[in-house]
């Protein structure tokens, strides 16, 4: 079964500046699909960014971008500019791209709470 | 696009009732899936179901659970009788395709008493 572990419960930056999240995962298949949510306090689950593992270019959207490591089983998730509106809970999922088998299933990490100081 | 809908958006309820829980995915959707979150455990999948057929249950914690989905547009959780371990935001999503990243409604958190 597939794992889903970030290791830092609690991150905080400064406004405007540049924050890391941490994501590693464990899994023996070759093709999935890899995701960062955030939640914040209104509880809404919004999705950020999306990779798919067969692409070697890492996933942007506006100032949040990716570092997805293969070999490493690692995904983390870069955040710049950092702005008060980005404070929230942020998850990484795992999810399965196998056509015959396979869940449909999010796997999710247990979250990390990103603080934003002004 | 409305997005996924649940209702309600809050609910209280004594132990020992029935509570249900409803959800109306993005049209055109062919996946929808039930999730709990707790702060102990996370989030957790109860169940999926791919074009109306329930495909993984595994998640639903014990039989005062269960979910249907009667047609392409709704579906619904039901807790029968309700404890209050049951306490927790539940999240309906839907995806469009395998591989795509889900639509979360915007929970319905359910207090047991």
């Known amino acids: 079964a597939q794992t889903v572990t970030q290791s830092q419960p609690e991150m905080s930056v400064q406004e405007a500046e540049t924050v890391t999240l941490s994501c590693t995962y464990d899994?023996?298949?070759?093709?999935?699909?890899l995701f960062w949510y955030k939640q914040p306090p209104s509880r809404q689950m919004i999705l950020v960014i999306r990779?798919?593992?067969?692409?070697?270019q890492n996933a942007t959207e506006n100032r949040f971008s990716v570092n997805f490591q293969k070999a490493a089983k690692s995904f983390s998730l870069k955040i710049s500019d950092s702005q008060l509106g980005d404070a929230a809970m942020y998850f990484c999922?795992?999810?399965?791209?196998?056509?015959?088998?396979?869940?449909?299933?999010?796997?999710f990490g247990k979250g990390t709470k990103l603080t934003v100081n002004p | 696009d409305a997005g996924v809908i649940q209702s309600p958006r809050h609910e209280v309820t004594e132990m020992g009732q029935e509570v249900t829980l409803r959800c109306k995915p993005i049209?055109?959707?062919?996946?929808l899936f039930w999730y709990r979150q707790t702060m102990m455990r996370g989030l957790e999948l109860l169940i999926y179901?791919?074009?109306?057929?329930?495909?993984?249950d595994s998640g639903m914690p014990e039989d005062r659970f269960s979910a249907k989905m009667p047609n392409a547009s709704f579906s619904t959780l039901k807790i029968q009788p309700s404890e209050p371990r049951d306490s927790a935001v539940y999240f309906c999503?839907?995806?469009?395709?395998?591989?795509?990243?889900?639509?979360f409604g915007s929970g319905t958190r359910l207090t047991v008493v």
């Open positions: 049209s055109g959707h062919d996946y």
């Open positions: 179901f791919n074009n109306n057929v329930p495909i993984d």
């Open positions: 999503a839907s995806s469009p395709w395998k591989g795509a990243g889900y639509t």
């Open positions: 999922a795992y999810r399965s791209a196998w056509v015959q088998g396979g869940s449909e299933k999010l796997v």
């Open positions: 899994t023996s298949e070759s093709d999935y699909y």
């Open positions: 990779q798919e593992a067969y692409k070697q």
